[in-house]
Nanobody
Framework: QVQLVESGGGLVQAGGSLRLSCAAS????????MGWFRQLPGKEREFVAT????????RYVDSVKGRFTISRDNAKNTVYLQMNSLKPEDTAVYYC?????????????????WGQGTQVTVSS
C-alpha cells in the first residue's frame, strides 16, 4: 500500500508559478506510475499529468502542455508538478495518485492510491 501527501499549493497571481510535491510512503515507490489530477467543486476529477515508474515517459492534458512539468525523484519517494504561467482556470484542488500498472494512463480508475489534495488558487 502507498500513502501520498501533497504539499505546495497556495494562492498565486496569474502568470506566477507553484511547485507541488507529493511524498509517498513505502519502499516500492519506484514501481508505481504517478499522476496528477485536479477537481473543481461539483465537477469530475480531471487528468493533468502523468509519469511512468522510471520517469522515462510523461503525458499531459493539452491545456497545460508547455506550462506544467511532471518529474519524480525515486530516491526521495517524491513526485513533483512544476506549474508555470498559471491561469485562473488552473484553480482547483490538485491530487496526486499512484498506480501499479497505469503506465501513462489518463483515466483516474487506473490509479489505486490518492492523496488528500492541495488547493491551488490563481487570481486574475
Amino acid at each position: 500500500q502507498v500513502q501520498l501527501v501533497e504539499s505546495g499549493g497556495g494562492l498565486v497571481q496569474a502568470g506566477g508559478s507553484l511547485r507541488l510535491s507529493c511524498a509517498a510512503s513505502g519502499r516500492t515507490f519506484s514501481s508505481y506510475d504517478m499522476g496528477w489530477f485536479r477537481q473543481l467543486p461539483g465537477k469530475e476529477r480531471e487528468f493533468v499529468a502523468t509519469i511512468n515508474s522510471n520517469g522515462g515517459r510523461t503525458r499531459y492534458v493539452d491545456s497545460v502542455k508547455g506550462r506544467f512539468t511532471i518529474s519524480r525523484d525515486n530516491a526521495k519517494n517524491t513526485v513533483y508538478l512544476q506549474m508555470n504561467s498559471l491561469k485562473p482556470e488552473d484553480t482547483a484542488v490538485y491530487y496526486c495518485a499512484a498506480g501499479r500498472y497505469a503506465g501513462v494512463g489518463i483515466n483516474r480508475y487506473e490509479y489505486a492510491y490518492w492523496g488528500q489534495g492541495t488547493q491551488v488558487t490563481v487570481s486574475s
